[in-house]
């Protein structure tokens, strides 16, 4: 059973930093692509950050992010990073990482696996 476990959600001031982890266990990591979503009240569920599995490290930002935030992979210990600065009150939301094997990293119906969401709240 394939299990993704998130930590380093919080409070914090706008203009504060806060990392994100999620580690996964049960299957090889490194092949997966592994995405951070986030959705806040009201909102739908939206892609953040992926980095691509087997790619030699490519990687996605959607724009509300860019340059704000960086996702990394260890693939020895298994876990995924969200290294969030700059960080604003609309970054509030629930944050989730989840795992796909194949499939565009861009489709949130090729994520097979979630974690349980952590809370991200930014205080103005």
């Known amino acids: 059973q394939v299990q993704l476990v998130e930590s380093g959600g919080g409070l914090v001031q706008a203009g504060g930093s806060l990392r994100l982890s999620c580690a996964a266990s049960?299957?090889?990591?490194?092949?997966?692509?592994m995405a951070w979503f986030r959705q806040a009240p009201g909102k739908e569920r939206e892609l953040i950050a992926a980095?691509?599995?087997?790619?030699?490290?490519?990687?996605y930002y959607a724009d509300s992010v860019k340059a704000r935030f960086t996702i990394s992979r260890d693939n020895a210990k298994n876990t995924v990073y969200l290294q969030m600065s700059s960080l604003k009150p609309e970054d509030t939301a629930i944050y989730y990482c989840?795992?796909?094997?194949?499939?565009?990293?861009?489709?949130?119906?090729?994520?097979?696996?979630w974690g349980q969401g952590t809370q991200v709240t930014v205080s103005s």
């Open positions: 989840a795992q796909s094997y194949s499939g565009p990293y861009y489709d949130v119906r090729v994520y097979d696996t």
């Open positions: 049960g299957r090889t990591f490194s092949i997966y692509t």
């Open positions: 980095a691509i599995g087997s790619s030699n490290g490519r990687t």
